[in-house]
């Protein structure tokens, strides 16, 4: 026995003490307060007392479903079997009839029932005819005009209810009954063919053909419905006098004629994506399969002389990237590393940083060269080099100077590493990018469509649903066209306009008569996938969140206990995930443009930023050829009859070039006049000017 802590026992004294002393002072959970004051509740403020939450169940049942008497069911009852042998398949010879079902007793726990002499029992995993957990549970016959609980009509003797929860019990026995109900049974089935989508059932016959060429997901489920609960389908279809009927009801529509005849009991149910429209679902019950999303449709944008257009495949480029990220790179990583390879470079023997370089001082007069010296190179000619080298390898993807130091050949490890994992990031995004067909609209939802005039094609049904959750005028969809039978109300519904063909073949970019076409469509997002496996109407696009929801089923007839014992299999089958997988083996492929893959051929506007930054530097390096004259002769400026004339020239990397430089029919060997200091003062003041040093 475990021990209590004293801190609970503490605790709990405590909690008791409280309620008492609030007892004490008449304040109970069972009053509220008034005017600072707590009074009692009383049943004329819609409440009602009642002892029923503090009785225990007893062997009589409920006093809301009280169980029958052994003298009640001996005078009132016959106990005539429903068949002449359930009584001995079910119940075991040992079984005392006139003790059956009286009181709230596990009457079944030794019939045959829950014996384990089912041959089905032994497999695995157990069927649901298998389930036994009723055995042990207690129930009893209830009279059901004196029963306000869950009671259930005997499955044993005519006229008989049994009720587990009038003993406390869940009622198990009814589940596996269900299942059991079904076994060996034939079911007529009549099936329409959906004109649209794919989620539903199609035959090249249409609707109410009894043959085998049927397909769609919802015929395969309904397929291994019956094989899994052990029945058969008979595939027929409703009687033609109902039609008349139908019309008078629902319409003209053959969908609404099998719900009709489903409601009435000439089948047991219709196989096909139906519409669980109040109407229909007021007269028999369904089955949801699935939802219908409705979408915007729109034409993709395929690109203009718009300045929105421009901007946008201008910025293609700088896409891989954020905007946080490109600054990033630009201005931190990139200069940082470039002033660090000048930082270890400057000055070492061969390097591309020196402190002096080589210079002839040549007469202005003769030409001749008067001597041959060094002058002092600035820092900031070498910092403006050195940011110029870092953004010229990011680009050439290469850092081809030449380096000498122990650190600057780390930090060339550095500068390379970076600039080949950030380049090979950008080019897989940039191709990533670019090789996708990312639709461009003009509008992005249904908000933005109306305020830019459009006009919109849709079926009729879609249309009201969409009209009705978004406000929208009416007057703004296309009328059903009166010249083919239509009655000249918003959306398509006449019977020979083929409305879902119509709806993608009406659409314009501008249309010039808004009573036939559109500027878009308010259409299921089915019908679209189907058309864009067929690769039709590919240069459409959905777009915006989901404007409407439409709950699709299949409708049962629910006048016997078929309807719930087909309910509860097909829930059983979906909870599995069975249904699912129907529909994931249906769902259509897009095989409209490849956008993924090798991707495919890309446009001049798609290349917009590529051929902007191109020209665009190119454009400047024009005008830095005609500022370099000037600057060049700045550079060479003369004083005293000299000017300073480099002897040696760099590439764009600091690389000393290889060509020969001949001074007075000599062959110039610059390593042979680097250490020559010539202490003219006035010469190398002009040299340090012509440098802009001091």
């Not at 503490?10 to 009053?31: D, K, N, T, Y």
């Not at 609980?149 to 044993?156: A, D």
């Not at 203009?304 to 201008?314: L, V, Y």
């Not at 940039?430 to 005039?453: F, Q, R, Y």
Request: proline share 4%.
């Amino acid at each position: 026995m475990k021990r209590i802590g004293l801190k609970r026992v503490h605790r709990v004294i405590a909690i008791i003490s409280l309620i008492g002393s609030e007892e004490s002072q008449g304040q109970s959970f069972g009053s509220k307060r008034v005017h600072g004051q707590r009074r009692s509740l009383q049943a004329d403020e819609g409440f009602q007392s009642s002892d029923h939450g503090m009785q225990q169940f007893s062997e009589n049942g409920d006093g809301l479903c009280p169980c029958l008497s052994a003298e009640a069911l001996a005078t009132k009852y016959t106990r005539d079997p429903l068949e002449s042998d359930s009584v001995d398949k079910f119940l075991d010879q040992t079984v005392d009839l006139n003790r059956y079902g009286v009181g709230c007793k596990p009457h079944d726990l030794n019939s045959k029932a829950c014996s384990s002499t089912n041959d089905d029992c032994a497999t695995i995993p157990l069927p649901p005819s298998c389930d036994k957990s009723f055995c042990p549970r207690s129930w009893c016959y209830v009279d059901p005009a004196n029963c306000s609980l869950l009671k259930r009509e005997s499955v044993l003797f005519q006229k008989l209810y049994y009720s587990y929860a009038t003993c406390g019990d869940m009622d198990s026995f009814t589940y596996t009954e269900r299942f059991s109900s079904l076994k060996g049974r034939t079911m007529r089935v009549a099936l329409n063919s959906n004109t649209g989508g794919w989620k539903g059932a199609y035959h090249p016959d249409g609707s109410f053909a009894t043959d085998d060429k049927w397909e769609g997901p919802i015929v395969d489920f309904v397929r291994n419905a019956a094989h899994e609960g052990g029945f058969y389908l008979n595939i027929t279809s409703p009687p033609n006098f109902l039609r008349v009927e139908s019309q008078k009801y629902f319409g003209k529509s053959s969908f609404d004629y099998c719900v009709y005849a489903a409601a009435l009991g000439y089948v047991d149910l219709c196989v096909a994506s139906y519409t669980i429209a109040d109407k229909r679902a007021s007269v028999t019950s369904f089955f949801e399969t699935s939802d219908s999303e409705i979408f915007l449709v729109v034409f993709k944008e395929e690109g203009g002389a718009t300045w929105e257009s421009f901007k946008t495949n201008f910025l293609t480029i700088f896409q891989p990237f954020t905007r946080g990220a490109w600054i990033f790179i630009m201005l931190f990583c990139l200069p940082v590393l470039g002033l660090l390879m000048l930082f270890h470079e400057y000055n070492a023997p061969g390097g591309g940083y020196p402190r002096t370089v080589p210079v002839a001082l040549q007469d202005v007069a003769t030409h001749s060269v008067r001597e041959c010296t060094s002058q002092n190179v600035p820092v900031a000619n070498h910092v403006t080099k050195s940011l110029y080298m870092s953004y010229l390898a990011f680009f050439q993807e290469t850092y081809d100077m030449s380096v000498f130091t122990i650190g600057g050949k780390l930090n060339m490890i550095a500068m390379s590493s970076f600039i080949l994992l950030v380049m090979a990031v950008y080019t897989a995004n940039l191709a990533a990018i670019l090789t996708t067909d990312i639709a461009m609209t003009k509008v992005s939802n249904i908000k933005e469509a109306v305020e830019a005039g459009y006009t919109f094609c849709s079926e009729r049904k879609v249309a009201e649903s969409v009209i009705d959750l978004h406000n929208i005028d009416p007057s703004l969809v296309v009328p059903d066209p009166v010249e083919l039978g239509g009655d000249g109300k918003p959306g398509f519904n006449c019977p020979k306009c083929n409305s879902r063909e119509r709806v993608f073949e009406n659409m314009r970019q501008a249309p010039n008569d808004t009573s036939l076409y559109c500027n878009a469509a308010f259409v299921t997002l089915g019908d679209l996938q189907v058309l864009h496996e067929s690769r039709e109407h590919c240069d459409k696009t959905v777009v915006g969140d989901v404007l409407a929801l439409t709950n699709e089923g299949i409708p049962i007839y629910d006048g016997n206990n078929t309807s719930s014992s087909l309910l509860a299999l097909f829930h059983r089958m979906e909870n599995d995930g069975k249904m699912d997988m129907q529909m994931r083996e249906a769902r259509p492929d897009n095989n409209c443009p490849v956008q993924e893959g090798e991707g495919h051929a890309l446009s001049i506007e798609q290349l917009t930023g590529i051929w902007m930054i191109t020209f665009t530097l190119a454009a400047a390096s024009l005008v830095a050829k005609l500022f370099q004259r000037w600057y060049t002769k700045r550079k060479t400026r003369t004083k005293m009859g000299t000017k300073v004339v480099a002897l040696q020239c760099y590439d764009q990397w600091s690389n000393e070039t290889d060509h020969d430089v001949f001074i007075k029919g000599k062959l110039y060997d610059p390593h042979s006049v680097k250490n020559e200091f010539h202490n003219i003062d006035e010469t190398n003041r002009m040299i340090r000017e012509s440098f802009g040093g001091t």
